[in-house]
């Protein structure tokens, strides 16, 4: 699997600046070059830096005082930051270096082999350091995560009106007692995976799994308003992810499981237990009626208590099913069950995915990308001609994740990825009509489609723009445009291209374009040599090394080819 990480040279001698560009291109490095320390601070809080190399020989920039300047700074102190001196002998220099920040040096003249061997150390070390710090993410709530880390500790606190939601599968101890292991943790990872994405969506946060049981929470650590109407449409989509996973095993004659839900609101502690092996936890009576009201839901139902009830009343469809005993605690309470939206309230009528307006009443973004996506994917599959087997769902797929991987190297927001996503999701849907001129159609297809799904007029006609960039007579004027043209090139500077641009010749000899295997290396060269360009810094730092070895392997074969 590729990895990237963006590096930055500060360093006012432009030979030292291409000798470390020589060294270190390719291996996934995207090397960010500057002369001053003020263009260094306006990348550095634009852009993730992995690792700064500066020289703090040279009055100029003065070095020493920008790294202390970034080890004073808590939110850079994830960069590992390397001194370049020319000053070594005496041992003063680094010494400097080090006392204010630098992990390391590396002395003048470069010694390739060193730098590398150097480079390599602290890029093991950066992705580990993005490994533990996803491990974290997942165990704590971002807030309790902010807090541990600033204070070394998280006070507990109470809750007046969290939520708490459980979800439990129907017979599934006697449904997996005869399941491989490996096969039963890869089922209930498949569906917890699910649950996960739906908790992010809604801004919901995970608690823990207890065998077949999921336990998440809202209200309890996020600003987002009505946390209550947040859970209730989270476990809608469950029920129905779970309704359509049973559906589909049924049909090929396999096991499957039913989910009950059940939803409570009500006090809580919140805090964090443990000293060997911590974790994030909530407590209260909210909890055992929250894990009641699961237990007394119907196999594929939702069960809700009176306080989420009156809380969403007027967005759903409820049931009133009476009292029911809490064992233990004693007592009794009116439950629900939560069956459908009202029709006001969905996006297709159907009582299943939000209205734009009900998700702005939730306090999440009024764009809907998850059924976005499921959408455009959907009509790919069922509408792209057979004959495109090039410019079919994988490229599509392929391209989308190529821009989400460029727009974090160059630093973009979050808005701007998921415009850049959509644009990618499209920008081939002319396919679907045309082989020519596609791109005009795939503009129209996402005008009729986007607004359903929460896009306003203006985030559409940037979307709409980076699409027609992508068309051979246009050329890319914005950064995201440019990701976007880049994206779907990246292959040319991968080591799968030859299997690609092989699709693309049999896509083109489907709509009647056929060549010799000579013209089509002198096409290839061509295209590669003459045609195409990469737009942004960061292709051009990691893909271009790859384009040029394809463009001399090619001219290797036309070689052979004429003999």
Request: proline residues 3%; contains cysteine.
């Amino acid at each position: 699997m590729e990895r990237f990480i963006n590096i930055l040279v500060v360093d006012n001698d432009l030979k030292n600046q291409k000798g470390l560009k020589e060294i270190l291109s390719g291996g996934g490095n995207n090397i960010l070059l500057v002369r001053s320390t003020k263009e260094a601070n306006e990348i550095i809080h634009q852009k993730e830096i992995g690792i700064l190399l500066i020289n703090i020989d040279q009055p100029e920039i003065q070095g020493l005082d920008f790294l202390k300047e970034i080890k004073e700074n808590s939110n850079l102190n994830t960069i590992y930051k390397l001194a370049l001196t020319a000053n070594s002998a005496s041992g003063n220099q680094i010494v400097k270096g080090l006392n204010v920040g630098a992990v390391d040096y590396i002395t003048l003249p470069f010694n390739p082999n060193l730098v590398l061997a150097k480079i390599d150390v602290l890029k093991s070390l950066y992705y580990k350091d993005q490994r533990i710090s996803q491990l974290l993410n997942h165990i704590f709530p971002a807030p309790v995560l902010q807090e541990l880390n600033a204070n070394n500790k998280f006070d507990p606190r109470r809750i007046e009106n969290g939520v708490v939601m459980f979800t439990d599968l129907v017979d599934f101890s006697l449904k997996s007692k005869n399941m491989k292991p490996i096969r039963l943790l890869k089922k209930l990872e498949h569906y917890f995976t699910e649950f996960d994405d739906i908790m992010k969506r809604y801004d919901l946060e995970k608690i823990k799994t207890i065998g077949d049981a999921y336990m998440a929470i809202g209200g309890v650590t996020e600003n987002t308003p009505h946390p209550a109407l947040r859970a209730c449409l989270a476990a809608l989509e469950i029920r129905d992810f779970m309704y359509n996973e049973r559906e589909v095993a049924r049909a090929f004659n396999r096991d499957t499981w039913e989910i009950r839900i059940g939803l409570h609101m009500g006090p809580l502690v919140a805090g964090i237990i443990g000293t060997d092996k911590i974790s994030f936890d909530v407590w209260g009576d909210t909890v055992n009626i929250a894990s009641r009201a699961e237990r007394d839901a119907k196999p594929g139902g939702i069960t809700i208590t009176k306080p989420i009830a009156e809380s969403v009343k007027e967005y759903f469809q409820l049931e009133a099913r009476g009292e029911t005993e809490i064992h233990k605690r004693g007592g009794k309470m009116f439950m629900y069950y939560l069956n459908d939206l009202r029709p006001e309230y969905c996006l297709f009528g159907d009582g299943k995915v939000a209205s734009t307006s009900l998700r702005e009443i939730c306090g999440l973004i009024p764009i809907d990308f998850k059924h976005m996506r499921i959408d455009i994917i959907n009509r790919l599959k069922a509408l792209l001609p057979e004959n495109v087997v090039y410019h079919d769902i994988a490229h599509t797929l392929n391209v989308e994740k190529a821009v989400e991987r460029y727009a974090k190297l160059e630093g973009l927001d979050e808005e701007s990825i998921l415009l850049l996503r959509t644009a990618a999701l499209y920008h081939d849907s002319g396919f679907i009509l045309s082989h020519e001129s596609n791109e005009e159609f795939a503009i129209k297809m996402a005008r009729n489609s986007l607004p359903r799904f929460g896009f306003n007029e203006f985030q559409i006609e940037i979307i709409c723009n980076i699409i027609r960039s992508t068309s051979i007579d246009h050329t890319p004027v914005t950064l995201m445009e440019k990701i976007l043209c880049d994206a779907d090139h990246d292959y040319l500077g991968r080591a799968d291209y030859y299997s690609v641009v092989n699709k693309l010749r049999i896509e083109l000899e489907n709509y009647g374009i056929k060549k010799s295997e000579e013209e089509w290396v002198k096409f290839q060269i061509n295209y590669l040599e003459n045609v195409h360009r990469y737009h942004t810094q960061t292709a051009k730092n990691i893909r271009v090394q790859g384009k040029k070895s394809r463009i001399k392997e090619l001219k290797d074969k036309l070689l052979t080819l004429q003999e």
